[in-house]
């Protein structure tokens, strides 16, 4: 840590080469993109491109929301009112982080730095988790756009609502109850930056927590969406219809299309709908899963949580959603 | 490049960032990425973000500055992408593998509106699909219609007017298209206004693909906003 201080404060010393190297990079890509035209003209990389760029440019928005937020939750909010609104008990806090979820009108790009600060701020580890979760699937948006993919279908609305609602709760419960006793689970880790938050002002404490937040978020989401891109342009939606008459093969099919495909939570109803070849249920798995787990929210989770609580939290929370929604599904549709 | 990101590259990087956001919102470039109540989100989120960097380079953030990991570095890649490729709006490359996949009722306006008769009905391509769904085509039988967007074709030598729709940004684009009859295929992902008829009893609720009849089929530009 120490180390690491003193490398940085002397490298800060001057602009340094980066900058530098990064201006060459940018000048050279004109000269370059005459060399590179048979593959940048190609009808395949365009479509990437145009993906790709489409879903980091949808996201900044988003991202610039969560961090102000996760920024005004650094300046503005103290410890001692988080213990006074929250219920003490973190297995009673949990369900009240899923329903505050319902608050939150965004993409799920925006509530990962913001579950950050949260912890940042004294909440459980299982609390922010619970609200990162929940957020992005149940909020009026999302809801809405359901009802307008599915032509007013009510049961549809209240199917997702309910089963994101309880993965949520369920993924919360398991680190309220598995964090005490099975040390092998690794709760986030969120390198203590509170310590040096602690600006003088609300003002420097907001500008710090801001700087600090967005690049890393922003740049795994980047990474995300690199691969995003590729699979939507490669895969043709037809590989995975053609499971679409087992029903177990269907869900799992439809989770791993979820994760890989990584749509925004407003847009996943849509893409659902037209899945004509799957069960209302196989369907529903797919959009309980897309927002709580998908690989751009994977590489933001890295980025902010380590490596080593990601590669648990991942495949759990996929399993425990596709369960949950097969659950539902089975139950009200 | 191996190495955390300094604070200098840092700075430069944000604004790089915020001036692609910028950009896009404050020229008609969005259309081709995003739907178009995302313009003002994109002005907005570009000018805090060039904000935040100055902010930063002027007030003294923190004296522990950590440094980003060389992920950060991957953040140049949409800014190279945006200013040096300058990818176009989807086309024909999306519109071959996902045509009329999606079912057009859901994603075009309420077919209720009555079509005029006598003049010409300009109407999205996402609208035709659904009429023609809708009570055996009740409502487009014996009227004119306007299509505008551009040409796809097939295997068969068939030729579409194509249009993409998307609800939240490309990378959920559905693709709707209509046969065009009676007229010599233009060039692949020629914008098009085709002005004809719809061919009785294709497209209906039983699937395939609705035709129309063309009286004119007009070259024209990208619309403004690319997707329906």
């Known amino acids: 840590m120490t180390m690491e201080t003193t490398t940085e404060a002397r490298r800060d010393q001057g602009i340094g080469w980066q900058p530098w190297i990064m201006l060459g990079l940018l000048l050279a890509a004109y000269p370059l993109q005459g060399v590179l035209a048979p593959v940048l003209d190609a009808a395949v990389f365009q479509t990437w491109a145009t993906v790709f760029l489409a879903i980091v440019v949808q996201s900044i928005p988003f991202l610039v929301l969560g961090v102000v937020l996760s920024g005004v939750i650094s300046a503005l909010l103290t410890e001692r009112f988080v213990s006074r609104v929250l219920p003490r008990r973190p297995a009673l806090a949990v369900p009240v982080a899923g329903i505050a979820g319902i608050a939150l009108p965004t993409c799920e790009c925006a509530v990962v730095p913001v579950a950050n600060s949260l912890t940042r701020r004294g909440l459980p580890a299982s609390v922010a988790l619970t609200f990162m979760l929940a957020a992005p699937a149940i909020n009026p948006a999302v809801l809405v756009s359901t009802a307008v993919a599915f032509s007013g279908r009510v049961d549809m609305v209240g199917a997702r609502f309910l089963a994101s609602l309880l993965t949520a709760m369920v993924i919360g419960w398991i680190y309220v109850v598995a964090a005490a006793r099975f040390p092998a689970l690794r709760l986030p880790d969120i390198r203590d930056r509170l310590g040096h938050h602690e600006g003088a002002t609300p003002w420097r404490r907001f500008v710090a927590a801001a700087w600090h937040d967005f690049l890393p978020a922003a740049a795994f989401l980047v990474l995300g969406a690199i691969v995003a891109a590729a699979i939507n342009v490669l895969l043709p939606v037809r590989i995975v219809e053609a499971v679409a008459g087992q029903p177990v093969l269907a869900v799992v099919a439809l989770t791993a299309f979820a994760f890989v495909i990584a749509l925004c939570s407003e847009a996943d109803a849509f893409v659902a709908a037209s899945l004509t070849a799957f069960s209302d249920t196989a369907k529903l798995v797919f959009r309980v899963v897309g927002p709580a787990m998908d690989i751009k929210l994977a590489a933001m989770e890295m980025g902010q949580f380590g490596r080593q609580f990601t590669q648990q939290f991942v495949p759990l929370v996929l399993v425990v959603a596709a369960c949950v929604a097969s659950l539902v599904g089975w139950v009200i549709l | ?228």
Not at chain 2, 61 to 79: E, I, K, M, Q
Not at chain 2, 85 to 97: C, E, F, I, S, T
Not at chain 2, 144 to 151: A, P, Q, W, Y
Not at chain 2, 189 to 216: F, K, L, N, R, S
């Open chain 2, 1 to 228: 490049m191996g190495d955390p990101v300094n604070r200098t590259a840092r700075a430069v990087i944000l604004t790089a960032i915020g001036g692609v956001s910028l950009r896009m919102g404050a020229t008609d470039e969005y259309a081709n990425f995003v739907n178009a109540w995302m313009r003002w989100p994109l002005v907005v989120s570009g000018a805090l973000l060039l904000g935040l960097a100055i902010a930063a380079a002027v007030t003294t953030v923190s004296d522990h500055d950590h440094p980003a990991g060389p992920v950060a570095w991957l953040l140049l890649l949409p800014v190279v992408i945006a200013f040096v490729v300058q990818p176009p709006a989807l086309g024909a490359y999306v519109a071959d593998r996902r045509a009329n996949d999606a079912d057009a009722r859901r994603y075009s306006e309420p077919i209720r509106v009555e079509l005029d008769e006598t003049g010409e009905n300009a109407i999205p391509v996402a609208n035709f699909l659904a009429r023609a769904a809708t009570d055996d085509g009740a409502t487009l039988a014996g009227v004119t219609v306007r299509l505008t967007g551009f040409v796809s074709t097939d295997k068969d030598g068939g030729w579409y007017v194509t249009r993409l729709a998307i609800s939240c940004c490309a990378a959920d684009a559905a693709a709707f298209r209509v046969r065009v009859q009676g007229a010599d295929a233009p060039p692949v992902e020629q914008g098009v206004d085709v002005v004809g008829t719809w061919v009785e009893g294709t497209g209906t609720d039983a699937g395939g693909t609705p035709v129309i009849a063309a009286d004119e089929v007009t070259y024209v530009d990208q619309p403004k906003r690319p997707y329906e």
